[in-house]
């Protein structure tokens, strides 16, 4: 027997107990004849005494121990003198009778505690190190107990959990593929699934009625804090419902997640927001409802003063920083930089004071008088020691985005945006089409799957643009955790929707006739959604990004410098697949 207990189980009662404990060597003390040694495994630490008068020999082998090292230890359960209210095994010791070690290790490249030296490369390189953290292991934990729960909600609903395949045919549509090339198919490539879409469309039209599946997906796309090239989704499908049915089935499983993994009673309906409300208002479609500042549009009042920067704009935007009217010059300057910086590009940013006393002082007090300002100071309901804050610009539609960063900037600065606090929204009627100006033409939003509103499938033909979906994202905290739609189950309005974005019949069908044909076989109403499982664990642990509840995570590259992939492959594989690298840039 390796052990008779764990390193995070025992207590007081324990006490005087024989007890065999097994894990790593996190470190070892010497304090006058007596040596420490915190014993760690998964479950937590455990302290280890050696007395040197009892036993010389086995605290002399305790002092050689190196960090790291796998150790059997042997001995009595002791109440501390001083225990340790930060550890729940703190209230005990062992005082080691045997100790054996099962194997020794190399100084480790970092230390191994919560504290770690390790930089995030470091860390990536030798991520078996890195989990015996308590920081890094919790996030898993955290992980394993909330797909438990999803699984627990789903099945007590009647879905049923299917696995769909991973290798499947490239989409033209969405991200770019991973691909896999076939050997018993020279020539030919498999894809990576960005999503099983449409296979779990086809399971509905199998009649499955419910389905999810907890899903790696996959997306050759640039990365990004919340954005790994091979993620984790909660993919989820039902038929006959309607765009209610889906908010409710999932704002409950929101609800039973935040119930039993974060121990917080969401009793209020989550909110809803239109799209078109969300850019209005907050310049954005994941809007971060913890603070209110909301976006005023000042066109009428700021216009026609002479401002040639405002005069011009076709689009001008404030909001207002309750209580921040104490914000310094250099304070704004800050701010002024910040929106200027290349990812945000903003050509800088108006501000102005309300005091005390009532009266408004901005930086472009040469053009708008008292009064001017004043009408200002209505516009954006603003009180004695606010800051309100303005940016123009040409495009209204990038304007609005760069005030968001602005506002988002401000609520952390302001302290609006604590991490423990949780504000729900659904943001529903998300147009159907965006203009691409890469690939000159329309795309789909969502997908090219999604369903458009009833009331507005006459506008397919003449007004695409404003054409609005049944699509609907749920947004947490400015987060965007999942998304879905209702689709089209009828087989010619796929195919028009094919048409509207650029498909020629033929190469619809090639791409997608497997679908289109399967809706000729009675196919039902039928829609559904895909959380991001990685995204919920980063926001229920707190964490900055969704790479730390990852076991093995890619960095920022797109690499896995653990294993060090990818990878050239061998000639031998190459031609056993047919392939000739013809541009090596490295
Ligand atoms: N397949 C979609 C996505 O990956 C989600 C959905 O519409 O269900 O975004």
Same mark, same amino acid.
């Given at each position: 027997?390796?052990?008779?207990?764990?390193?995070?189980?025992?207590?007081?009662?324990?006490?005087?107990?024989?007890?065999?404990?097994? #894990?790593?060597?996190?470190?070892?003390?010497?304090?006058?004849?007596?040596?420490?040694?915190?014993?760690?495994? &998964?479950?937590?630490?455990?302290?280890?005494?050696?007395?040197?008068?009892?036993?010389?020999?086995?605290?002399?082998?305790?002092?050689?121990?190196? !960090?790291?090292?796998?150790?059997?230890?042997?001995?009595?359960?002791?109440?501390?003198?001083?225990?340790?209210?930060?550890?729940?095994?703190?209230?005990?010791?062992?005082?080691?009778?045997?100790?054996?070690?099962?194997?020794?290790? /190399?100084?480790?490249?970092?230390?191994?505690?919560?504290?770690?030296?390790?930089?995030? /490369?470091? !860390?990536?390189?030798?991520?078996?190190?890195?989990?015996?953290?308590?920081?890094?292991?919790?996030?898993?934990?955290?992980?394993?107990?909330?797909?438990?729960?999803?699984?627990?909600?789903?099945?007590?609903?009647?879905?049923?959990?299917?696995?769909?395949?991973?290798?499947?045919?490239?989409?033209?549509?969405?991200?770019?593929?991973?691909?896999?090339?076939? &050997?018993?198919?020279?020539?030919?490539?498999?894809?990576?699934?960005?999503?099983?879409?449409?296979?779990?469309?086809?399971?509905?039209?199998?009649?499955?009625? !419910?389905?999810?599946?907890?899903?790696?997906?996959?997306?050759? /796309?640039?990365?990004?804090?919340?954005?790994?090239?091979?993620?984790?989704?909660?993919?989820?499908?039902?038929?006959?419902?309607?765009?209610?049915?889906?908010?409710?089935?999932?704002?409950?499983?929101?609800?039973?997640?935040?119930?039993?993994? !974060?121990?917080?009673?969401?009793?209020?309906?989550?909110?809803?927001?239109?799209?078109?409300?969300?850019? &209005?208002?907050? #310049?954005?479609?994941?809007?971060?409802?913890?603070?209110?500042?909301?976006?005023?549009?000042?066109?009428?009042?700021?216009?026609?003063?002479?401002?040639?920067?405002?005069?011009?704009?076709?689009?001008?935007?404030?909001?207002?920083?309750?209580? +921040?009217?104490?914000?310094?010059?250099?304070?704004?300057?800050?701010?002024?930089?910040?929106?200027?910086?290349?990812?945000?590009?903003?050509?800088?940013?108006?501000?102005?004071?309300?005091?005390?006393?009532?009266?408004?002082?901005?930086?472009?007090?040469?053009?708008?008088?008292?009064? +001017?300002?004043?009408?200002?100071?209505?516009?954006?309901?603003?009180?004695?020691?606010?800051?309100?804050?303005?940016?123009?610009?040409?495009?209204?539609?990038?304007?609005?985005?760069?005030?968001?960063?602005?506002?988002?900037?401000?609520?952390?600065?302001?302290?609006?945006?604590?991490?423990?606090?949780?504000?729900?929204?659904?943001?529903?009627?998300?147009?159907?089409?965006?203009?691409?100006?890469?690939?000159?033409?329309?795309?789909?939003?969502?997908?090219?799957?999604?369903?458009?509103?009833?009331?507005?499938?006459?506008?397919?033909?003449?007004?695409?643009?404003?054409?609005?979906?049944?699509?609907?994202?749920?947004?947490?905290?400015?987060?965007?955790?999942?998304?879905?739609?209702?689709?089209?189950?009828?087989?010619?309005?796929?195919?028009?929707?094919?048409?509207?974005?650029?498909?020629?019949?033929?190469?619809?069908?090639?791409?997608?006739?497997?679908?289109?044909?399967?809706?000729?076989?009675?196919?039902?109403?039928?829609?559904?959604?895909?959380?991001?499982?990685?995204?919920?664990?980063?926001?229920?642990?707190?964490?900055?990004?969704?790479?730390?509840?990852? +076991?093995?995570?890619?960095?920022?590259?797109?690499?896995?410098?653990?294993?060090?992939?990818? +990878?050239?492959?061998?000639?031998?594989?190459?031609?056993?697949?047919?392939?000739?690298?013809?541009?090596?840039?490295?």
């Amino acid at each position: 027997m390796y052990r008779t207990h764990n390193c995070g189980e025992l207590r007081l009662e324990n006490a005087g107990q024989e007890v065999t404990l097994a #894990g790593w060597v996190q470190r070892t003390r010497k304090m006058g004849g007596m040596t420490f040694l915190d014993l760690r495994d &998964r479950y937590g630490l455990t302290q280890i005494v050696f007395d040197n008068q009892a036993s010389p020999a086995l605290t002399e082998a305790a002092n050689h121990l190196g !960090r790291e090292y796998v150790v059997q230890v042997t001995g009595k359960v002791a109440e501390r003198s001083s225990k340790n209210a930060n550890l729940p095994t703190g209230d005990i010791e062992i005082n080691a009778t045997d100790l054996k070690i099962l194997n020794p290790s /190399e100084v480790p490249p970092f230390t191994i505690e919560d504290d770690t030296d390790g930089g995030d /490369e470091l !860390r990536m390189k030798y991520r078996y190190l890195d989990i015996r953290r308590a920081a890094v292991r919790k996030n898993l934990e955290l992980r394993h107990r909330m797909t438990m729960e999803v699984r627990r909600y789903l099945d007590s609903k009647g879905f049923l959990e299917i696995e769909t395949p991973m290798l499947v045919g490239s989409t033209p549509e969405g991200a770019r593929d991973f691909v896999v090339p076939s &050997r018993m198919n020279q020539g030919q490539f498999y894809a990576l699934p960005q999503s099983p879409q449409t296979l779990k469309q086809l399971l509905m039209v199998a009649g499955i009625d !419910r389905y999810f599946q907890i899903v790696k997906c996959f997306r050759d /796309e640039d990365l990004r804090a919340d954005r790994q090239p091979e993620f984790t989704q909660i993919d989820c499908e039902m038929s006959f419902i309607h765009q209610d049915d889906i908010i409710n089935t999932f704002e409950g499983m929101a609800k039973h997640l935040f119930k039993e993994i !974060r121990g917080i009673e969401l009793t209020e309906p989550f909110l809803r927001m239109t799209w078109a409300d969300a850019m &209005r208002l907050y #310049g954005s479609d994941k809007p971060d409802m913890r603070f209110g500042m909301t976006f005023v549009e000042l066109m009428d009042v700021m216009k026609g003063h002479g401002f040639p920067v405002f005069d011009n704009a076709a689009y001008i935007g404030g909001i207002c920083a309750k209580g +921040a009217a104490h914000y310094t010059r250099k304070q704004l300057d800050q701010l002024t930089d910040f929106v200027k910086r290349s990812q945000i590009g903003a050509k800088g940013l108006v501000y102005a004071r309300v005091g005390e006393d009532g009266t408004v002082k901005s930086s472009v007090d040469k053009f708008y008088d008292q009064e +001017a300002l004043q009408a200002l100071r209505k516009a954006m309901d603003a009180e004695p020691g606010d800051l309100i804050l303005i940016m123009s610009g040409d495009d209204a539609m990038k304007t609005r985005k760069q005030l968001c960063e602005l506002r988002l900037e401000m609520g952390r600065q302001l302290g609006l945006r604590d991490k423990n606090k949780f504000a729900c929204l659904w943001v529903v009627d998300f147009p159907m089409f965006e203009w691409s100006d890469e690939e000159q033409r329309l795309m789909a939003m969502h997908h090219p799957f999604t369903h458009p509103k009833a009331e507005d499938i006459p506008m397919l033909d003449t007004k695409p643009e404003d054409v609005r979906a049944d699509a609907y994202d749920m947004v947490i905290n400015g987060v965007e955790v999942g998304g879905g739609s209702i689709r089209i189950h009828d087989s010619k309005l796929q195919a028009k929707m094919f048409e509207i974005l650029g498909f020629t019949p033929e190469r619809a069908q090639e791409q997608f006739g497997f679908l289109m044909n399967a809706f000729k076989y009675g196919a039902p109403p039928h829609g559904g959604l895909a959380y991001g499982l990685d995204r919920w664990v980063s926001l229920f642990a707190g964490l900055d990004s969704i790479r730390d509840c990852i +076991a093995f995570p890619k960095n920022n590259s797109g690499r896995d410098v653990m294993l060090d992939a990818p +990878a050239p492959l061998d000639q031998k594989q190459l031609d056993e697949l047919a392939l000739a690298i013809v541009k090596n840039d490295k």
